[in-house]
């Protein structure tokens, strides 16, 4: 099992912006497409954007299109969601995960083997 590890969510004003980092613990995010779903109370667990494993493409959920941006830093390790003009039902926690030489843009939760812990992010109005 490869751990993930989610980090980066808080308590954000309507309006604001908050950067999501997804972090695999004791690897390198090679070969990976990775990919973010975020679950509210009492909802199903929904995509909200992937990258492909070679990273040259990116996919959203037409909620956050235009607001949300997916990308790494190989540097670091780390794949981040960066989350602007957020809104209250924006509200959730958010998973980061992987699927080897993915494509990014599978949107069933069965897609996906290993999930990090979440990281809860709220928008208040």
């Known amino acids: 099992q490869v751990p993930l590890v989610e980090s980066g969510g808080g308590l954000v004003e309507a309006g604001g912006s908050l950067r999501l980092s997804c972090a695999a613990s004791g690897r390198a995010f090679s070969h990976t497409a990775v990919v973010w779903f975020r679950q509210a109370p009492g909802k199903e667990r929904e995509f909200v954007a992937g990258?492909?494993?070679?990273?040259?493409?990116?996919y959203y959920a037409e909620s956050v299109k235009g607001r949300f941006t997916i990308s790494r830093d190989m540097v670091k390790n780390t794949m981040y969601l960066q989350m602007n003009s957020l809104k209250p039902e924006d509200t959730a926690v958010y998973y980061c995960?992987?699927?080897?030489?993915?494509?990014?843009?599978?949107?069933?939760?069965?897609?996906?083997?290993?999930w990090g812990q979440g990281t809860q992010v709220t928008v208040s109005s």
């Open positions: 990258i492909s494993w070679t990273y040259t493409s990116t």
């Open positions: 995960t992987t699927d080897n030489y993915g494509s990014g843009k599978g949107r069933s939760v069965q897609e996906y083997e290993y």
